[in-house]
C-alpha cells in the first residue's frame, strides 16, 4: 500500500467506544478539514467492538488537540442508524447479468423523475461508462480519474458532479479507469464504504440536499465496485430480461445482498423486480413473466413491477443520440413504459416509508 502523508510523524492514538466505522470516518475527516497539516486514520480493534483512531503529526499538541476533537466531534455525531440522505432515495440498479437494459432502465427513470421537477444525481459505478454516455458525456475527456472517488478519501462528490443537458439531472460520470478500484480496494481498509462516506459527506451538505433521488448504475458483476454501490444504497431495482440466464443471475445477486446482510451493515432494501427487453407477443416471454411473478410473490412477496419495458427500435436510436428514450421518443411505448414504472416506484417508496 502507498505511504499516506505523514506516515512517519508520531502518532497518538484513540479508541473509540463504538464498531461503527463510516461513523468514525466521517470524524476523522471533519478534524482533518479543522486542522492543518494533520493525517487522521480509522481503522476497527482485532475484536471488532471499538475503532482505533490514529492522529499523526509532529507536534504532540496538535495531535493532542486531534484527539480531543475526536472525542467531541463522536459525542456530537448521529449513529449511523438514525441517518438518512436528508429526503433523497438512493437506488442502485445491479444484476449480475449484463445487456438486461441495467443502464438503460437506470437513465431513463432518472430522467422521468428530472421531467417532473425532481432534482435527481445518476452515479456511473460501471467502467463501461454507458450511463456517462448514454447522457451525453464523452468519457475519455473526462478531466478527472473517476476511481479516485473511492481511492482517494481527499476527493469528494463535489468534484465529479457534472450537469446534463436535461434539467434537474446531474451525473457522477465513470470511465475504464474505474475498473482499477476493484484492485486497490482489496487491501483498503473499509473499503466497501467507501462510496457510502462520500455520499453520505455530500448529501448532508447544502448542494446535496436539494437531490430527491440518487439512481447508482452498477457494474454487470458483484465486486467491489457493486459492493460499494449496494452498501451506499437505500433501495435496488434488479432489471431482468424474460431468460433463465437473467433469472439465474438474479439468484447470485440475491445471494450476494444476502451476505452482506450478514457479514456487514446494508441499509438496501428491495424496492422491486422490473421485467425489461419484453415481447408480449412471443409465448416463451409470457411463460417466464408468470414463473417469475409466481416465484418471487411465493419466496419475496408482490416485486415484479406492474409494467414491463417493451422491446423497441426507439431504444437504439436513443442510444445513437446519447439521451434517454423518454427525450428523445416520449410518446413511444418504451417512453409510456418508464413513465408507469416511475409512477410505481414513487407509490412504493411511499409504502416503503410508512411501513418502516
Known amino acids: 500500500m502507498a505511504k499516506l502523508p505523514g506516515d512517519k510523524a508520531p502518532a497518538s492514538y484513540y479508541h473509540a467506544d463504538t464498531s461503527d466505522l463510516e461513523r468514525c470516518q466521517v470524524v476523522v475527516d471533519m478534524v482533518r478539514s479543522v486542522i492543518a497539516g494533520i493525517h487522521t486514520e480509522c481503522f476497527p480493534s482485532e475484536n471488532g467492538r471499538e475503532v482505533i483512531v490514529c492522529c499523526r503529526h509532529s507536534d504532540a499538541l496538535t495531535r493532542a488537540s486531534a484527539v480531543m476533537l475526536v472525542k467531541q ?21 445491479a444484476n449480475e447479468k449484463g445487456g438486461v437494459a441495467k443502464t438503460t432502465s437506470c ?5 422521468c ?6 432534482r435527481t444525481l445518476v452515479i456511473d459505478m460501471d467502467p463501461q461508462a454507458n450511463a456517462t454516455v448514454g447522457l451525453g458525456l464523452e468519457p475519455a475527456a473526462l478531466d478527472h480519474q473517476p476511481q479516485s472517488l473511492l481511492l482517494d478519501s481527499a476527493f469528494g462528490l463535489e468534484q465529479v458532479i457534472s ?37 453520505s459527506a455530500y448529501m448532508n451538505g447544502a448542494d446535496g440536499a436539494g437531490y430527491r433521488y440518487v439512481l447508482i448504475d452498477c457494474p ?15 433501495h435496488m431495482i434488479v432489471p431482468v430480461q424474460p431468460s433463465y440466464y437473467s433469472f439465474r443471475a438474479m439468484g447470485l445477486l440475491s445471494a450476494a445482498v444476502a451476505q452482506l446482510y ?7 432494501r428491495m424496492l422491486g423486480i422490473l421485467v425489461t427487453m419484453y415481447n408480449k407477443d412471443e409465448a416463451a416471454h409470457r411463460a417466464m413473466l408468470e414463473l417469475l411473478r409466481d416465484r418471487v410473490s411465493r419466496e419475496f412477496g408482490p416485486y415484479v413491477f406492474p409494467t414491463q419495458i417493451r422491446r423497441a427500435a426507439a431504444v437504439g436510436e ?21 413513465q408507469s414504472v416511475a409512477d410505481e416506484i414513487a407509490e412504493r417508496l411511499v409504502e416503503v416509508r410508512y411501513a418502516a
Open 318 to 338: 436513443s442510444e445513437a443520440n446519447q439521451q434517454p428514450v423518454v427525450i428523445t421518443h416520449p410518446r413511444s411505448s418504451t417512453a409510456r413504459c418508464y
Open 113 to 118: 423523475f428530472a421531467l417532473r421537477g425532481e
Open 163 to 199: 450537469p446534463t443537458a436535461i434539467g434537474n439531472l446531474d451525473l457522477v460520470p465513470a470511465n475504464s479507469g474505474l475498473a482499477a478500484a476493484n484492485l486497490e480496494l482489496v487491501k483498503a481498509v473499509g473499503r466497501e464504504l467507501k462510496l457510502r462516506t462520500k455520499l
Open 73 to 93: 466531534f463522536l459525542r456530537r455525531q448521529p449513529l449511523r442508524e438514525d441517518y438518512r440522505y436528508q429526503q433523497a432515495h438512493v437506488i442502485a440498479f
Open 107 to 111: 437513465i431513463n427513470l432518472a430522467a
Open 220 to 234: 454487470p458483476a458483484v465486486d467491489l465496485i457493486t459492493v460499494n454501490a449496494l452498501m451506499a444504497a437505500t
Open 262 to 268: 450478514d457479514s456487514l451493515d446494508p441499509r438496501i
